[in-house]
């Protein structure tokens, strides 16, 4: 059965591949899965249909067969749960699979995410500079104790697997910035992910729809 994901039909980020859709196309590709796509609007996720799929309003989605889900790194983990490759077998490695997914999630998206949306939203106010300085420093604590782990390790549990698209993509949302170019371990780790064939195929599909080149 061929799963259909929701992306943004107009993402904010013109193709650089940062929306959270992401994550679930590059597991599809390392796993070899054909997907389809829908595309939204911002108006078409609010309507029931979307809630029904996605309580928030937000993509991605992911459905096969009479199986919804929601919330991207969830949606990684089904993917890659069947396959040896992507997320190991043996129940050690796949609860420390898991644990690097929820620390990708909770513990290294929430400082990156607060300082995009200050840049984003909070330019203009008389104590940006001050804030953006402090959320630089959660951002760097982050950045530092990852480049520690990763020091003599490709992976984040040696062998790649499917935290480390769910890691990598969150760690791409500082791309550009120096915060990540301070961090030359950190740096490496992205551009290993963003090595990766299935990386460059949901890259590619997900710019398409921005060029106006989908198939
Ligand atoms: N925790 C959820 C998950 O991981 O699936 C979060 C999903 C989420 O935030 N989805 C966003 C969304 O639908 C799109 S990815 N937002 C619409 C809304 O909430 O109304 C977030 C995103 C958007 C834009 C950029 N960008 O332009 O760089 C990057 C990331």
């Not at 259909?4 to 650089?16: E, K, L, M, N, V």
């Not at 644990?99 to 990156?112: D, G, L, R, Y």
């Not at 780790?189 to 989908?214: C, K, L, N, W």
Request: with cysteine; hydrophobic share 45%; proline share 6%.
């Amino acid at each position: 059965m061929i799963p259909t994901i929701t992306a943004f039909a107009q993402s904010p980020d013109r193709g650089q591949g940062l929306a959270r859709d992401m994550a679930v196309r590059w597991a599809l590709e390392e796993v070899d899965q054909p997907y389809d796509v829908r595309l939204v609007s911002f108006a078409a996720m609010k309507e029931p249909s979307h809630i029904a799929l996605q309580p928030f309003g937000q993509i991605p989605t992911y459905e096969e067969g009479t199986l919804s889900l929601f919330e991207s790194a969830a949606i990684v983990l089904h993917v890659a749960e069947p396959h040896q490759l992507h997320l190991p077998q043996n129940a050690k490695g796949r609860a420390r699979a898991i644990a690097w997914m929820f620390a990708a999630k909770s513990t290294v998206e929430p400082p990156i995410v607060e300082r995009s949306m200050a840049l984003l939203l909070e330019a203009d106010r008389p104590w940006h500079a001050e804030r953006l300085t402090m959320l630089d420093e959660r951002v760097r604590t982050r950045l530092a104790d990852l480049s520690r782990w990763l020091t003599d390790r490709d992976w984040l549990e040696n062998d790649f697997c499917a935290a480390d698209i769910v890691m990598v993509t969150v760690l791409r949302r500082l791309s550009g910035s120096a915060l990540l170019d301070e961090q030359p371990t950190v740096a490496s780790y992205v551009a290993r992910g963003e090595a990766r064939p299935a990386f460059g195929r949901a890259f590619d599909a997900q710019r398409a729809i921005f060029t106006g080149s989908a198939a």
